[in-house]
């Protein structure tokens, strides 16, 4: 395979409508992508294979996530390219989600966007991509 601007990963299937958000950004910018369902609570191992066998060839890293909202920084945890997480409104209309990714410990920077908000992640990886044009 062979390199990719930006990955988007999800943590559930059911947080699909927000993927569409960024990767039909991402069309409308020409930028390259691919998508991944994968759960940093319920498949932590299948998370960490695939950021190691993957990492070389992927620049950003956007991940969406509800409810606790770990996957953005587990995967910040694991990498050192930039990370946006995008909450997910799945409870309390978004705010625990919210809180969880603004909160990742100091030393795992994560960018964060606004609750549901895919297309700022995709404009905000765009911008990220630019700096290296």
């Known amino acids: 395979m ?3 601007d930006v990955a988007v ?3 559930s299937k059911s947080d699909s409508e927000v993927v569409e958000k960024v990767t039909s950004t991402l069309e409308e910018e020409k930028i390259s992508y691919e998508v991944n369902y994968i759960s940093a609570h319920r498949e932590p ?3 960490r294979a695939y950021i190691k066998e993957n ?3 992927i620049k950003i890293y ?3 996530a509800g409810l606790a909202a770990a996957l953005p920084g587990v995967v910040a945890s694991y990498t050192s390219k930039p990370v946006i997480g995008v909450p997910v409104s799945a409870k309390l209309g ?3 989600a919210l809180l969880s990714i603004v909160q990742t410990p100091a030393g795992i ?3 964060t966007v606004g609750i549901d ?3 700022n992640a995709a404009l905000l990886a765009k911008r990220i991509l630019s700096l290296s044009k």
Do not use: F, S, T
Request: hydrophobic fraction near 40%.
């Open 2 to 4: 062979g390199e990719i």
């Open 9 to 11: 990963l999800a943590g």
């Open 45 to 47: 191992e299948k998370l």
């Open 55 to 57: 990492d070389e060839r």
């Open 62 to 64: 956007v991940c969406i």
């Open 94 to 96: 978004g705010l625990d």
């Open 109 to 111: 920077p994560v960018a």
């Open 117 to 119: 908000n895919g297309r």
